[in-house]
Each structure stands twice: as C-alpha cells, then as structure tokens.
C-alpha cells in the first residue's frame, strides 16, 4: 500500500476528520447508466463513507435545481434514518460544487 502522507500534506485543506458514525459523510457523484433500450439515464450516486453503503437517486438533468432537490430528498431521506448527514463530498464536478450554499443553508447545515 503506497504512503498517503505526503498527498495530506500537499492537501491538508481537502482533508477532512473521518466520520464519528455511519451516515455523517457522503461521498457523492453525477453518473450515467446506459439502459438496455439505449438510453442514457442521469443519476446521483451517494457513498456513505463509513459502511461504503450506495444510494443512487435518478436526476432530471444535471442542472444545479435537479442536483439540490436529489440532495434535499436523499439528506431528508438519511435524517429519517436518524443520520446526521454534516458533511457531503464530491471531486471537482462544478454542478455539485454549485449546490454548496444550498447545503450551507439546511437546518442544520451540511459542510461542502
């Protein structure tokens, strides 16, 4: 297994403290499923950080509205459950970068 050390401390920034419990860390990304028909369907991929627990939540578009009510429904869904949600990850997807002050501002909010 190759050393991480050095990549944390490059970026130390990105990193955050690993999740307290299952369901505090998601780990989410826009994917496309090719269906037998030959169409392509939008999707939001959810990770959960700790159990590596998938959700997927089919999208619209990949427009930031489409984007912030499948994570308004998927965090709703997870604060159901008695899960915290504090904080959802993504790579440099700029849709889902988009959507960072709607986390900001849920009750309670959710880090970006």
Known sequence: MRDQSKYRES????????AEKV???FIVDI?????PNGK???ALLLLEELSNAGFVIKLRSK????LEEALYKAIGYFRAQNNRVTLIKSD???NIRACSAFLGNLN????Y
Do not use: C, M, W, Y
């Open 40 to 42: 392509k369907l939008t």
């Open 63 to 66: 427009s930031q509205k489409a």
């Open 92 to 94: 440099h997807e700029s």
């Open 31 to 35: 994917i496309f499923i090719r269906l």
């Open 23 to 25: 369901g505090d860390h």
């Open 108 to 111: 309670p909010p959710v880090k």
């Open 11 to 18: 970026n130390a920034e990105n990193i955050s403290e690993p």
